[in-house]
């Protein structure tokens, strides 16, 4: 997880794309992360006992080819392959650093997350020796996943055979669109004819897994557009697609441009059409015969297709985070890096520490934290919570649930809180309700 937007944006009761950020991806909000609560982290890795949570590593490589115009990630289009070699050699002795910590030392992934940026950026070179080294600190012999993002003008068919042999199970494809002057527009870096060469040379090499990313809602995007997009997806058959909804964080290009024109809403879709689009895809894909297995996946086979990333960490595993401005979470204690490359290199560089921000949490904000993310997969398991936590989540959150039930969003089932598909369109406007009342309406930044 790199670095997060700004405010919450648009609340369920406003239509417009205006500037901000609704997706919640982790709790407590960022903005009560700070300096404070670093020695905590410190003393953790210092423990004499391992930690026993299952272990993830995340890996942030914040290089691409171009910056899209709605990016609001830590990524640079203007390094050097010495700068990038630079980077490369301090995120290891980051690594090497954590594997010799005695909460970590010992202890062996069980899921690998290459985010970026672009991963697939790297030369097939570098992406081996990278690799090698990172198996040598810390070996992969327990992974259950390893997941590679990828921007399809990157890949050829030899650096797709390097990404499959040390070891990627899951291949992730930054798609978005299929319409060439829709990708242009928003400036990706990619043309739809190197997305149907990269797709067919993962085919081809037999990935575990192929998930497509698609976003509804992008600039100049139409109902005819999207619906041809989401044809044109089905037609590639991905084990997974996971699709998103635009929004407009304020250090994107657009908020700039829209800043400068002095104009409060975005030129993309309203929200209530996006959901329509998603319900669209959603219904499409499950035609096909895939199930909707979260607020943004339709997955083609769900007995075969896991997602060890998402579920682990959403059920509180550890996560060693490494890399510029990446987010971490050990022990109950969420941590980012240094957001500025220069600054996280010379840390290492000086053998002083590339943390930034930290946040020891409360066991309420963990049970908070897991509740919160696992209502993204559309179902709240009751006794999970009760068994996990002691917490009773139909009692602590009954006048919530009750909204809920006047919406029409909830459904009851075997001490199982389903959401209704209207409710998982727009999951991110509604988790709010259960944050913590000093957390309400807070900034993400």
Same mark, same amino acid.
């Given at each position: 997880m790199t670095e997060e937007a700004s405010d919450c944006a648009s609340s369920s009761g406003e239509d417009k794309t205006e500037a901000g950020n609704y997706f919640v991806s982790?709790?407590?909000?960022?903005?009560f992360w700070g300096e404070d609560d670093l020695p905590c982290l410190e003393s953790l890795l210092n423990s004499p006992e391992p930690g026993t949570a299952p272990l993830g590593l995340y890996y942030h490589i914040p290089f691409c080819r171009k910056r899209c115009h709605f990016c609001y990630f830590r990524v640079y289009t203007d390094k050097n392959s010495a700068q990038i070699r630079r980077y490369l050699a301090a995120t290891m002795k980051e690594l090497r650093g954590y594997a010799e910590k005695p909460y970590i030392k010992g202890r062996l992934p069980k899921f690998v997350y290459f985010g970026g940026g672009t991963p697939s950026y790297l030369s097939a070179q570098q992406l081996t020796e990278l690799t090698d080294e990172m198996k040598a600190i810390m070996p992969w012999d327990e992974t259950e996943e390893v997941t590679f993002e990828c921007e399809p003008g990157t890949l050829r068919e030899k650096k797709l055979e390097v990404i499959k042999n040390f070891g990627v199970t899951r291949l992730s494809l930054g798609i978005e669109n299929f319409d060439d002057h829709v990708l242009e527009t928003n400036g990706r870096a990619h043309r739809s004819g190197e997305v149907f060469r990269a797709y067919e040379?993962?085919?081809?090499?037999?990935?575990?897994?192929?998930?497509?990313?698609?976003?509804?809602?992008?600039?100049?995007?139409?109902?005819?557009?999207?619906?041809?997009?989401?044809?044109?997806?089905?037609?590639?058959?991905?084990?997974?697609?996971?699709?998103?909804?635009?929004?407009?964080?304020?250090?994107?290009?657009?908020?700039?441009?829209?800043?400068?024109?002095?104009?409060?809403?975005?030129? /993309?879709?309203?929200?209530?059409?996006?959901?329509?689009?998603?319900?669209?895809?959603?219904?499409?894909?499950?035609?096909?015969?895939?199930?909707?297995?979260?607020?943004?996946?339709?997955?083609?086979?769900?007995?075969?297709?896991?997602? /060890?990333?998402?579920?682990?960490?959403?059920?509180?595993?550890?996560?060693?985070?490494?890399?510029?401005?990446?987010?971490?979470?050990?022990?109950?204690?969420?941590?980012?890096?240094?957001?500025?490359?220069?600054?996280?290199?010379?840390?290492?560089?000086?053998?002083?520490?590339?943390?930034?921000?930290?946040?020891?949490?409360?066991?309420?904000?963990?049970f908070l934290r897991e509740l919160i993310l696992q209502w993204k997969l559309g179902q709240v398991h009751l006794d999970y919570f009760q068994d996990k936590f002691g917490e009773n989540v139909e009692k602590r959150f009954e006048s919530v649930l009750a909204r809920l039930d006047e919406r029409a969003f909830l459904k009851r089932e075997d001490r199982i809180l389903h959401l209704t598909r209207d409710a998982l369109l727009q999951v991110d406007t509604l988790l709010h309700d259960f944050f913590l009342e000093k957390h309400q309406g807070a900034r993400y930044a």
């Open positions: 982790n709790y407590p909000p960022f903005s040379f993962a085919r081809s090499l037999e990935f575990e897994q192929v998930n497509v990313d698609l976003i509804a809602g992008m600039l100049e995007e139409t109902e005819d557009n999207w619906k041809d997009t989401v044809r044109q997806a089905i037609e590639l058959a991905p084990d997974n697609v996971t699709i998103y909804q635009m929004e407009i964080p304020h250090n994107t290009t657009i908020y700039r441009n829209m800043r400068e024109e002095g104009k409060l809403t975005a030129p /993309v879709a309203d929200w209530p059409t996006k959901r329509r689009w998603v319900d669209y895809a959603f219904g499409e894909f499950e035609k096909s015969g895939y199930t909707v297995t979260s607020a943004y996946t339709a997955v083609k086979d769900p007995e075969k297709t896991k997602f /060890v990333y998402r579920d682990r960490l959403w059920a509180g595993a550890d996560m060693l985070a490494t890399g510029v401005a990446s987010f971490g979470h050990l022990g109950g204690i969420h941590y980012q890096n240094l957001a500025h490359i220069e600054r996280y290199q010379e840390a290492l560089e000086e053998g002083r520490s590339p943390l930034s921000r930290a946040l020891l949490t409360t066991e309420d904000e963990r």
